[in-house]
Protein backbone atom coordinates (compact mmCIF):
# COMPACT_ATOMS: atom_id res chain seq x y z
CA UNK A 1 0.00 0.00 0.00
CA UNK A 2 1.45 3.45 -1.13
CA UNK A 3 -0.41 5.97 1.25
CA UNK A 4 0.93 5.64 4.14
CA UNK A 5 -1.26 8.87 5.85
CA UNK A 6 -3.45 8.41 8.88
CA UNK A 7 -6.85 8.94 7.81
CA UNK A 8 -7.75 12.94 8.81
CA UNK A 9 -11.52 12.42 10.13
CA UNK A 10 -12.13 15.68 10.39
CA UNK A 11 -10.93 16.47 6.70
CA UNK A 12 -14.31 15.03 5.01
CA UNK A 13 -11.80 14.01 2.30
CA UNK A 14 -12.28 10.28 1.00
CA UNK A 15 -9.59 7.49 1.81
CA UNK A 16 -7.12 6.91 -1.43
CA UNK A 17 -8.13 4.24 -4.39
CA UNK A 18 -4.58 2.13 -2.49
CA UNK A 19 -6.44 1.95 0.80
CA UNK A 20 -10.08 0.89 -0.67
CA UNK A 21 -8.03 -1.51 -2.53
CA UNK A 22 -6.32 -2.99 0.66
CA UNK A 23 -9.51 -3.22 2.27
CA UNK A 24 -11.77 -4.70 -0.25
CA UNK A 25 -8.63 -7.36 -0.30
CA UNK A 26 -8.86 -7.66 3.27
CA UNK A 27 -13.25 -8.54 3.34
CA UNK A 28 -13.05 -12.11 2.02
CA UNK A 29 -16.51 -12.93 1.00
CA UNK A 30 -18.32 -10.55 2.60
CA UNK A 31 -21.06 -9.21 0.11
CA UNK A 32 -19.83 -6.10 -1.59
CA UNK A 33 -21.50 -3.73 -3.83
CA UNK A 34 -19.09 -1.30 -5.83
CA UNK A 35 -21.57 0.08 -8.54
CA UNK A 36 -21.51 4.14 -8.44
CA UNK A 37 -25.51 4.60 -9.01
CA UNK A 38 -26.27 2.09 -6.24
CA UNK A 39 -23.52 3.14 -3.61
CA UNK A 40 -24.70 7.04 -4.25
CA UNK A 41 -28.28 6.35 -3.95
CA UNK A 42 -27.78 3.84 -0.98
CA UNK A 43 -26.07 6.69 0.62
CA UNK A 44 -29.15 8.95 1.28
CA UNK A 45 -31.97 9.55 3.39
CA UNK A 46 -34.78 12.08 3.36
CA UNK A 47 -32.38 15.01 4.34
CA UNK A 48 -33.94 16.53 1.79
CA UNK A 49 -36.52 17.43 3.52
CA UNK A 50 -34.46 20.51 4.40
CA UNK A 51 -33.44 22.75 1.93
CA UNK A 52 -30.56 23.68 3.82
CA UNK A 53 -29.03 20.01 4.52
CA UNK A 54 -29.69 19.15 0.51
CA UNK A 55 -27.59 22.09 0.02
CA UNK A 56 -24.61 20.36 1.92
CA UNK A 57 -25.06 16.62 1.66
CA UNK A 58 -26.40 16.06 -2.32
CA UNK A 59 -23.45 15.66 -3.31
CA UNK A 60 -21.90 13.02 -0.54
CA UNK A 61 -21.50 9.16 -0.91
CA UNK A 62 -20.12 6.45 0.40
CA UNK A 63 -17.19 4.29 -1.53
CA UNK A 64 -18.79 0.90 -1.69
CA UNK A 65 -21.43 -0.79 0.60
CA UNK A 66 -20.56 -3.59 2.75
CA UNK A 67 -23.44 -5.90 3.39
CA UNK A 68 -22.54 -8.40 6.79
CA UNK A 69 -24.28 -11.65 6.78
CA UNK A 70 -23.79 -11.70 10.80
CA UNK A 71 -22.40 -10.12 13.76
CA UNK A 72 -18.90 -12.03 13.00
CA UNK A 73 -18.76 -10.60 9.70
CA UNK A 74 -18.92 -7.10 10.54
CA UNK A 75 -15.59 -7.80 13.35
CA UNK A 76 -13.65 -8.35 10.34
CA UNK A 77 -15.23 -5.71 8.51
CA UNK A 78 -14.22 -3.32 11.39
CA UNK A 79 -11.06 -4.41 11.84
CA UNK A 80 -9.90 -4.39 8.48
CA UNK A 81 -11.39 -0.34 8.35
CA UNK A 82 -9.22 0.40 11.24
CA UNK A 83 -6.53 -1.04 10.10
CA UNK A 84 -6.52 0.51 6.90
CA UNK A 85 -7.90 3.47 8.17
CA UNK A 86 -10.90 3.77 6.25
CA UNK A 87 -14.31 5.22 7.84
CA UNK A 88 -17.67 3.53 8.02
CA UNK A 89 -21.12 4.52 8.16
CA UNK A 90 -23.68 2.23 9.53
CA UNK A 91 -27.10 2.32 7.59
CA UNK A 92 -30.35 -0.05 7.86
CA UNK A 93 -33.79 1.20 6.29
CA UNK A 94 -32.16 4.85 5.55
CA UNK A 95 -35.54 6.37 6.53
CA UNK A 96 -33.88 9.28 8.66
CA UNK A 97 -34.19 12.94 7.94
CA UNK A 98 -30.53 14.53 9.17
CA UNK A 99 -28.60 12.94 7.58
CA UNK A 100 -27.44 10.65 10.20
CA UNK A 101 -26.45 7.92 7.30
CA UNK A 102 -24.51 10.06 4.51
CA UNK A 103 -21.44 9.28 4.86
CA UNK A 104 -19.28 13.06 4.60
CA UNK A 105 -16.48 11.34 4.11
CA UNK A 106 -16.97 8.36 1.90
CA UNK A 107 -15.22 5.26 2.48
CA UNK A 108 -17.85 2.04 3.92
CA UNK A 109 -21.41 2.45 4.26
CA UNK A 110 -22.22 -0.65 6.45
CA UNK A 111 -25.62 -2.27 5.68
CA UNK A 112 -26.88 -4.41 8.46
CA UNK A 113 -30.46 -5.09 7.45
CA UNK A 114 -29.11 -8.55 7.12
CA UNK A 115 -28.90 -8.99 11.42
CA UNK A 116 -32.50 -9.37 11.67
CA UNK A 117 -33.04 -12.62 13.80
CA UNK A 118 -35.46 -12.55 16.61
CA UNK A 119 -33.63 -14.17 19.69
CA UNK A 120 -36.26 -14.32 21.77
CA UNK A 121 -39.56 -13.22 22.64
CA UNK A 122 -40.86 -13.04 26.57
CA UNK A 123 -43.47 -11.39 28.07
CA UNK A 124 -43.22 -7.61 27.65
CA UNK A 125 -39.86 -7.58 26.30
CA UNK A 126 -38.17 -8.96 23.04
CA UNK A 127 -34.49 -9.31 21.95
CA UNK A 128 -33.87 -8.30 18.02
CA UNK A 129 -30.98 -8.12 15.38
CA UNK A 130 -30.72 -4.75 14.64
CA UNK A 131 -31.91 -4.74 11.35
CA UNK A 132 -35.23 -6.51 11.46
CA UNK A 133 -38.07 -3.85 10.23
CA UNK A 134 -40.50 -2.39 13.37
CA UNK A 135 -43.41 -4.01 11.27
CA UNK A 136 -41.91 -7.44 11.04
CA UNK A 137 -41.41 -7.20 15.12
CA UNK A 138 -44.78 -6.37 15.48
CA UNK A 139 -45.85 -8.98 13.18
CA UNK A 140 -43.96 -11.49 15.32
CA UNK A 141 -45.10 -10.31 18.83
CA UNK A 142 -48.83 -9.79 18.43
CA UNK A 143 -49.95 -13.38 18.87
CA UNK A 144 -48.39 -13.25 22.33
CA UNK A 145 -50.44 -10.27 23.03
CA UNK A 146 -47.36 -7.73 22.85
CA UNK A 147 -46.01 -4.70 20.12
CA UNK A 148 -43.11 -2.13 20.50
CA UNK A 149 -43.85 0.18 22.66
CA UNK A 150 -43.31 3.04 20.05
CA UNK A 151 -42.52 3.54 16.53
CA UNK A 152 -41.83 6.29 14.01
CA UNK A 153 -44.03 6.91 11.18
CA UNK A 154 -41.88 5.23 9.02
CA UNK A 155 -42.47 1.83 10.91
CA UNK A 156 -42.97 -0.33 7.20
CA UNK A 157 -39.72 0.51 5.99
CA UNK A 158 -37.59 1.34 9.53
CA UNK A 159 -35.41 -1.07 11.35
CA UNK A 160 -35.22 -1.11 15.44
CA UNK A 161 -31.35 -0.12 15.19
CA UNK A 162 -31.74 2.63 13.19
CA UNK A 163 -34.90 4.04 15.20
CA UNK A 164 -32.69 4.01 18.04
CA UNK A 165 -29.50 4.90 16.72
CA UNK A 166 -31.11 8.19 15.33
CA UNK A 167 -34.72 8.54 16.76
CA UNK A 168 -36.49 9.91 19.52
CA UNK A 169 -40.20 8.78 20.01
CA UNK A 170 -42.85 8.54 17.70
CA UNK A 171 -46.02 6.65 17.65
CA UNK A 172 -46.74 5.60 21.16
CA UNK A 173 -45.11 8.34 23.35
CA UNK A 174 -48.26 9.51 24.28
CA UNK A 175 -47.75 6.92 27.01
CA UNK A 176 -44.56 5.88 27.12
CA UNK A 177 -42.49 9.24 26.18
CA UNK A 178 -39.68 8.86 23.95
CA UNK A 179 -36.49 6.10 23.85
CA UNK A 180 -34.73 8.91 26.84
CA UNK A 181 -36.88 7.91 29.12
CA UNK A 182 -35.39 5.18 31.35
CA UNK A 183 -36.90 1.48 30.82
CA UNK A 184 -37.42 2.24 27.29
CA UNK A 185 -34.37 0.96 26.02
CA UNK A 186 -33.55 -2.22 27.84
CA UNK A 187 -30.05 -3.19 26.37
CA UNK A 188 -27.81 -2.79 23.53
CA UNK A 189 -25.05 -5.23 21.76
CA UNK A 190 -22.31 -3.29 19.92
CA UNK A 191 -18.97 -3.65 17.83
CA UNK A 192 -16.60 -1.42 19.01
CA UNK A 193 -14.00 0.50 16.26
CA UNK A 194 -11.11 -0.52 17.60
CA UNK A 195 -7.93 -2.31 16.01
CA UNK A 196 -8.80 -5.70 18.08
CA UNK A 197 -12.97 -4.41 17.89
CA UNK A 198 -14.72 -5.58 21.08
CA UNK A 199 -18.55 -7.17 21.64
CA UNK A 200 -19.76 -5.01 24.17
CA UNK A 201 -23.46 -5.69 26.35
CA UNK A 202 -24.89 -2.20 27.23
CA UNK A 203 -27.69 -2.65 29.96
CA UNK A 204 -30.33 -0.20 31.21
CA UNK A 205 -29.16 3.49 31.54
CA UNK A 206 -26.17 2.44 29.63
CA UNK A 207 -27.62 1.43 26.44
CA UNK A 208 -28.45 5.04 26.05
CA UNK A 209 -25.00 5.95 25.19
CA UNK A 210 -26.13 4.50 21.80
CA UNK A 211 -29.08 6.43 21.69
CA UNK A 212 -29.48 9.31 19.12
CA UNK A 213 -26.00 8.86 18.45
CA UNK A 214 -26.39 8.07 14.54
CA UNK A 215 -23.71 5.29 14.83
CA UNK A 216 -20.94 7.43 15.88
CA UNK A 217 -20.57 5.52 19.37
CA UNK A 218 -20.34 1.86 18.60
CA UNK A 219 -22.26 -0.32 15.58
CA UNK A 220 -25.19 -1.39 17.20
CA UNK A 221 -25.89 -5.66 16.20
CA UNK A 222 -28.67 -6.36 18.61
CA UNK A 223 -30.68 -4.90 21.03
CA UNK A 224 -33.21 -5.77 23.78
CA UNK A 225 -36.64 -4.15 23.38
CA UNK A 226 -39.92 -3.37 25.79
CA UNK A 227 -43.13 -4.34 24.48
CA UNK A 228 -46.45 -2.86 25.48
CA UNK A 229 -49.92 -4.90 25.31
CA UNK A 230 -50.87 -4.76 21.55
CA UNK A 231 -54.74 -3.75 21.85
CA UNK A 232 -56.97 -3.67 18.69
CA UNK A 233 -56.68 -0.10 17.46
CA UNK A 234 -58.98 2.25 16.55
CA UNK A 235 -57.81 4.87 13.49
CA UNK A 236 -60.09 8.00 14.67
CA UNK A 237 -60.18 11.76 12.86
CA UNK A 238 -62.14 14.51 14.43
CA UNK A 239 -62.84 17.75 12.59
CA UNK A 240 -62.85 20.86 14.58
CA UNK A 241 -63.94 24.16 13.37
CA UNK A 242 -61.26 26.25 15.28
CA UNK A 243 -57.09 24.22 15.96
CA UNK A 244 -56.89 25.53 19.01
CA UNK A 245 -60.27 23.74 19.58
CA UNK A 246 -58.46 20.48 18.52
CA UNK A 247 -55.51 21.48 20.92
CA UNK A 248 -57.43 21.62 23.46
CA UNK A 249 -59.34 18.67 22.82
CA UNK A 250 -56.42 16.78 22.32
CA UNK A 251 -54.89 17.74 25.90
CA UNK A 252 -58.12 16.73 27.45
CA UNK A 253 -57.69 13.11 25.87
CA UNK A 254 -54.04 12.78 26.74
CA UNK A 255 -55.07 13.64 30.35
CA UNK A 256 -57.84 11.00 30.41
CA UNK A 257 -55.16 8.33 31.83
CA UNK A 258 -58.35 5.91 31.45
CA UNK A 259 -58.46 6.41 27.80
CA UNK A 260 -55.87 4.17 26.09
CA UNK A 261 -54.16 5.93 23.28
CA UNK A 262 -51.21 5.46 21.05
CA UNK A 263 -51.66 8.96 19.19
CA UNK A 264 -53.37 12.23 19.42
CA UNK A 265 -51.73 14.56 16.36
CA UNK A 266 -53.76 18.14 16.04
CA UNK A 267 -53.05 19.54 12.42
CA UNK A 268 -54.33 22.70 11.30
CA UNK A 269 -55.66 23.58 8.37
CA UNK A 270 -54.53 23.65 5.18
CA UNK A 271 -52.68 20.90 6.04
CA UNK A 272 -55.32 18.50 5.61
CA UNK A 273 -55.90 19.13 2.18
CA UNK A 274 -52.40 17.57 0.79
CA UNK A 275 -53.94 14.38 2.92
CA UNK A 276 -54.20 12.30 -0.40
CA UNK A 277 -56.78 9.24 -0.17
CA UNK A 278 -58.03 10.85 3.81
CA UNK A 279 -58.88 14.64 1.89
CA UNK A 280 -62.41 12.84 2.22
CA UNK A 281 -62.57 12.58 6.24
CA UNK A 282 -60.99 16.33 6.36
CA UNK A 283 -63.68 18.90 5.35
CA UNK A 284 -62.72 22.00 3.28
CA UNK A 285 -61.33 24.73 6.30
CA UNK A 286 -61.39 22.39 9.17
CA UNK A 287 -58.17 21.60 11.66
CA UNK A 288 -58.16 17.80 12.50
CA UNK A 289 -57.25 15.56 15.78
CA UNK A 290 -55.65 12.04 14.47
CA UNK A 291 -56.22 9.68 17.05
CA UNK A 292 -55.45 5.80 17.78
CA UNK A 293 -57.65 4.65 20.62
CA UNK A 294 -57.74 0.84 21.98
CA UNK A 295 -61.37 -0.41 21.19
CA UNK A 296 -62.50 -0.37 24.41
CA UNK A 297 -61.54 2.83 24.81
CA UNK A 298 -63.75 4.34 22.24
CA UNK A 299 -66.87 5.15 23.63
CA UNK A 300 -65.08 7.26 26.21
CA UNK A 301 -63.69 9.16 24.26
CA UNK A 302 -66.46 9.31 22.05
CA UNK A 303 -68.48 10.77 25.47
CA UNK A 304 -64.97 13.28 26.41
CA UNK A 305 -65.52 14.56 22.96
CA UNK A 306 -69.16 15.26 23.24
CA UNK A 307 -70.77 17.95 20.61
CA UNK A 308 -66.82 20.05 20.18
CA UNK A 309 -65.72 18.53 17.22
CA UNK A 310 -67.13 15.73 14.30
CA UNK A 311 -65.61 12.18 14.33
CA UNK A 312 -64.99 11.97 9.94
CA UNK A 313 -63.27 8.52 10.43
CA UNK A 314 -63.54 5.64 12.59
CA UNK A 315 -61.90 2.25 11.86
CA UNK A 316 -59.80 -0.50 12.98
CA UNK A 317 -55.94 0.37 12.12
CA UNK A 318 -54.70 -1.62 8.88
CA UNK A 319 -51.05 -2.07 8.33
CA UNK A 320 -52.04 -4.12 5.10
CA UNK A 321 -50.43 -4.32 1.54
CA UNK A 322 -51.59 -1.52 -0.52
CA UNK A 323 -53.00 -0.29 2.67
CA UNK A 324 -51.33 3.74 4.02
CA UNK A 325 -52.45 3.38 7.94
CA UNK A 326 -53.51 6.48 9.89
CA UNK A 327 -50.41 6.79 11.48
CA UNK A 328 -48.81 7.86 8.12
CA UNK A 329 -50.11 11.16 8.55
CA UNK A 330 -48.65 12.45 11.51
CA UNK A 331 -45.15 12.72 13.11
CA UNK A 332 -42.91 13.14 9.99
CA UNK A 333 -45.60 12.04 7.52
CA UNK A 334 -47.13 15.26 7.82
CA UNK A 335 -44.69 17.11 6.51
CA UNK A 336 -43.71 14.19 3.66
CA UNK A 337 -47.49 14.25 2.54
CA UNK A 338 -47.35 18.47 1.96
CA UNK A 339 -43.66 17.75 0.73
CA UNK A 340 -45.39 15.54 -1.96
CA UNK A 341 -47.37 18.52 -3.64
CA UNK A 342 -44.98 21.10 -2.42
CA UNK A 343 -41.19 20.65 -2.39
CA UNK A 344 -40.82 24.39 -1.35
CA UNK A 345 -41.47 23.84 1.90
CA UNK A 346 -40.02 22.25 5.18
CA UNK A 347 -40.52 22.07 8.64
CA UNK A 348 -38.89 22.73 12.43
CA UNK A 349 -38.97 20.13 15.49
CA UNK A 350 -40.44 22.18 18.43
CA UNK A 351 -40.64 21.12 22.37
CA UNK A 352 -43.03 22.85 24.25
CA UNK A 353 -43.40 23.88 27.99
CA UNK A 354 -45.87 21.90 29.62
CA UNK A 355 -47.30 24.29 31.91
CA UNK A 356 -47.85 26.86 29.39
CA UNK A 357 -48.80 24.79 26.53
CA UNK A 358 -51.87 26.34 25.25
CA UNK A 359 -50.65 29.93 25.95
CA UNK A 360 -47.32 29.36 23.41
CA UNK A 361 -49.11 27.35 21.04
CA UNK A 362 -51.40 30.11 20.36
CA UNK A 363 -48.56 32.43 20.35
CA UNK A 364 -46.82 30.73 18.01
CA UNK A 365 -50.21 30.27 16.11
CA UNK A 366 -50.36 34.71 16.02
CA UNK A 367 -46.63 35.01 15.46
CA UNK A 368 -46.63 33.11 12.78
CA UNK A 369 -50.43 32.85 11.24
CA UNK A 370 -49.03 31.83 7.52
CA UNK A 371 -45.28 31.18 7.43
CA UNK A 372 -45.47 28.32 10.44
CA UNK A 373 -48.29 26.08 10.04
CA UNK A 374 -49.01 23.77 13.30
CA UNK A 375 -48.67 20.40 13.73
CA UNK A 376 -48.26 19.09 17.05
CA UNK A 377 -47.81 15.68 18.42
CA UNK A 378 -49.02 14.81 22.24
CA UNK A 379 -46.06 12.84 24.40
CA UNK A 380 -44.59 12.51 27.99
CA UNK A 381 -41.51 14.03 28.84
CA UNK A 382 -40.01 13.83 31.64
CA UNK A 383 -42.79 12.64 33.43
CA UNK A 384 -45.22 15.53 31.94
CA UNK A 385 -47.55 15.88 29.16
CA UNK A 386 -46.95 18.39 26.95
CA UNK A 387 -46.41 18.53 22.90
CA UNK A 388 -43.84 18.19 20.20
CA UNK A 389 -44.73 20.61 17.48
CA UNK A 390 -43.36 19.55 13.59
CA UNK A 391 -45.06 23.01 11.85
CA UNK A 392 -44.86 22.81 8.09
CA UNK A 393 -42.95 26.03 7.25
CA UNK A 394 -43.25 28.17 4.10
CA UNK A 395 -39.48 28.27 3.05
CA UNK A 396 -38.17 31.73 1.63
CA UNK A 397 -34.23 31.58 2.49
CA UNK A 398 -31.92 29.88 5.65
CA UNK A 399 -31.88 33.41 7.19
CA UNK A 400 -35.53 33.63 7.80
CA UNK A 401 -35.57 29.93 8.60
CA UNK A 402 -33.12 30.74 11.30
CA UNK A 403 -34.72 33.95 12.70
CA UNK A 404 -38.33 31.95 13.07
CA UNK A 405 -35.99 29.30 15.35
CA UNK A 406 -34.42 32.52 16.84
CA UNK A 407 -38.17 33.44 17.57
CA UNK A 408 -39.72 30.45 19.26
CA UNK A 409 -36.71 30.02 21.06
CA UNK A 410 -37.04 33.49 22.07
CA UNK A 411 -40.53 32.46 23.66
CA UNK A 412 -39.43 29.80 25.41
CA UNK A 413 -40.51 26.74 22.33
CA UNK A 414 -37.75 24.89 22.51
CA UNK A 415 -36.19 23.96 19.11
CA UNK A 416 -34.24 20.21 18.18
CA UNK A 417 -32.94 22.02 14.83
CA UNK A 418 -33.44 19.36 12.05
CA UNK A 419 -31.39 21.56 9.61
CA UNK A 420 -28.30 20.72 10.79
CA UNK A 421 -26.38 16.98 10.78
CA UNK A 422 -24.28 16.90 13.54
CA UNK A 423 -25.71 15.40 16.90
CA UNK A 424 -24.85 18.38 18.96
CA UNK A 425 -26.43 20.88 16.83
CA UNK A 426 -29.46 18.77 16.63
CA UNK A 427 -30.16 18.65 20.12
CA UNK A 428 -32.46 20.53 21.97
CA UNK A 429 -29.43 21.12 24.24
CA UNK A 430 -26.95 21.85 21.67
CA UNK A 431 -24.29 19.20 23.10
CA UNK A 432 -23.60 15.65 23.25
CA UNK A 433 -24.30 14.19 26.63
CA UNK A 434 -20.97 13.77 27.91
CA UNK A 435 -21.43 9.61 28.61
CA UNK A 436 -21.73 9.83 24.31
CA UNK A 437 -18.41 11.48 24.04
CA UNK A 438 -16.42 10.12 26.30
CA UNK A 439 -17.85 6.66 25.05
CA UNK A 440 -16.80 7.58 21.38
CA UNK A 441 -13.13 7.73 23.01
CA UNK A 442 -13.55 4.91 24.30
CA UNK A 443 -14.77 2.66 21.60
CA UNK A 444 -13.71 5.02 18.45
CA UNK A 445 -10.53 6.33 19.06
CA UNK A 446 -9.22 7.20 15.65
CA UNK A 447 -13.00 8.43 14.52
CA UNK A 448 -13.47 6.51 11.64
CA UNK A 449 -17.25 5.71 12.57
CA UNK A 450 -19.75 8.54 10.86
CA UNK A 451 -16.81 11.07 10.72
CA UNK A 452 -18.36 14.90 11.11
CA UNK A 453 -21.60 13.82 13.24
CA UNK A 454 -19.96 14.38 16.08
CA UNK A 455 -18.50 17.98 16.16
CA UNK A 456 -16.93 17.68 19.43
CA UNK A 457 -14.79 14.78 18.80
CA UNK A 458 -11.88 14.79 18.43
CA UNK A 459 -9.63 11.76 17.31
CA UNK A 460 -6.47 10.62 18.47
CA UNK A 461 -3.87 10.84 15.40
CA UNK A 462 -0.98 8.46 16.08
CA UNK A 463 -2.00 4.84 16.58
CA UNK A 464 -0.80 1.69 14.45
CA UNK A 465 -1.62 1.42 11.06
CA UNK A 466 -1.52 -1.60 8.03
CA UNK A 467 1.65 -0.66 5.78
CA UNK A 468 0.07 -3.45 3.94
Not at 30 to 38: E, K, M, N, R, S
Not at 158 to 177: D, E, M
Not at 378 to 405: H, K, M, W
Amino acid sequence: MNDLTPFDASSNRHPSTDRLASLLASLGDIPVVTDPTIVRRRSRDFFWYSPVLNDQLNDKSADLIVAPRDEADIVRVVAACVRHRVPLTVRAGGTGNYGQAVPLAGGVLLDVTALDTIEWIRPGQIRVGAGAKMNAIDAATRPSGYELRMHPSTKRTATIGGFVAGGSGGIGSITYGGLREPGNILAARIVTMEPEPRIIELRDDAAQKINRAYGTTGIITALEMPLAPAWPWIDVVVAFDDFLAAVEFGQAAALSDGIVKKLLSPITWPLPSYFGALKSCCPEGKSILIAMIAERSLEHFKNLLGDRGTITLEMPTDEGPGKVPLYEYTWNHTTLQVLKNDRSVTYLQCLYPHDRLLQKVEEMRTMFPDEVLQHLEFIRFNGQLTCSGLPVVRYSDAERLNEIIRLHEAHEVHIANPHVYTVEDGSRYKRVDVDQLGFKHEVDPYGLLNPGKMRSFVAERDGPMSTD
